[in-house]
């Protein structure tokens, strides 16, 4: 039976249902460590950290290139056992290595409770070629051997307030003429207008289209909602688009107009706009285009802002109160050794000096 029988970390659920949580929110949980036998430890840490990070290759030929950068928002390490400063117990020996603690079989329960720093920082996302994660690393380190660790991320959501950018109330307009060539006569016009620029996950996009069919051809009216992906390295970036959403309307014969509203429902589903990475960036749009046979497509294309549905009381964020804690950790066998006091850290008085 090995020694170390299970060594994990877990965090408190936020308060709503997607399990989100945003800037100045408490992130609480327990290391549990259990152990068949006693155990020397040199330390016993939890790190709580945000960062973004991008990362991808790109052939040229017979060689190939990596392009790469990071960015750095927070980072919070506490000590169970042990610690950085090799203060008091934790000084090396004589022989240079550091000391252990001799921690007794059974399971031992470690809570911790940090704050997200009330700033303004981008929401947690994956993609292939960047991300922006929330993670929180527990660590065992023991001489001559190996690091053992267990982590786990939570998800992070920007705090917007659409009343305190009137950018996303502004309203759109774009229009579009076209003079047809070769195999179809007469003109395309094409003209588009949405009631705002922000828009919550689940909600209807109303846009107001105008078409005038001056051709000798059918056209038929398609709309989409499209996302873009920017990732920016030291030396290069790389831009990706996708469609999310795509609809086709009413063919409009030749010397017929049309115009009138359209709704696209945005997903419930879909990651929130990243505007305020400057590595990362999430970005997204309307696409309006008009199919026609023999000929490239006459298009609009209009800006919109995607934001969290539930950073507008529609859910309740994350944990904003700490949690009540004991005031030791629980012990349902033998008891670790003692590691000091376990409130919230680090203070954010300390934030703007120590982690910027």
Known sequence: MPTVKSFNINYDPAANEENTFTSGDFVSGQVTLELAKDFPIESLSITFKGKARVLWT???????????????????????????????DDKPSQDGERQSTVVAPGCHVYPFNFQIPDKNMPSSFTASG???????????????????????????????????????????????????????????MMEV??????????????????????????????????????????????????????????TLPPSVNWSGPRVITIPHDLKPSILNCSIVKLEYGIRVYLDVKYASDPEVKLPIVILPAYGFGLEPFGNTNPPVQPSAPTQPLDPPPPYGAHGMYPPLTDFGNKHQ
């Open 58 to 88: 790109q052939s040229h030929g017979q060689s190939f290139s990596v392009y790469h950068n990071k960015e750095k928002y927070f980072s919070f390490k506490h000590y169970f056992i042990g610690d950085n400063n090799l203060n008091g």
């Open 130 to 188: 960047g991300k922006i994660v929330y993670l929180l690393e527990a660590r065992l380190s023991r001489s001559k051997r190996i690091d053992q660790k267990d982590s786990t991320e939570i998800n992070f959501v920007t705090k917007e307030d659409i009343s305190c950018d009137p950018c996303l109330m502004t309203p759109l307009h774009e229009t579009k003429d076209k003079k047809m060539k070769v195999f179809n006569s007469g003109t395309i």
């Open 193 to 250: 207008d949405l009631e705002k620029t922000g828009f919550v996950q689940g909600e209807g996009l109303k846009l107001h289209a105008n078409f005038k069919n001056n051709t000798s051809r059918d056209i038929k009216p398609k709309f989409c909602l499209y996302k873009k992906h920017s990732f920016f390295a030291i030396t290069g970036q790389r831009v990706t688009s996708s469609d999310v959403v795509k609809e086709a309307g009413e």
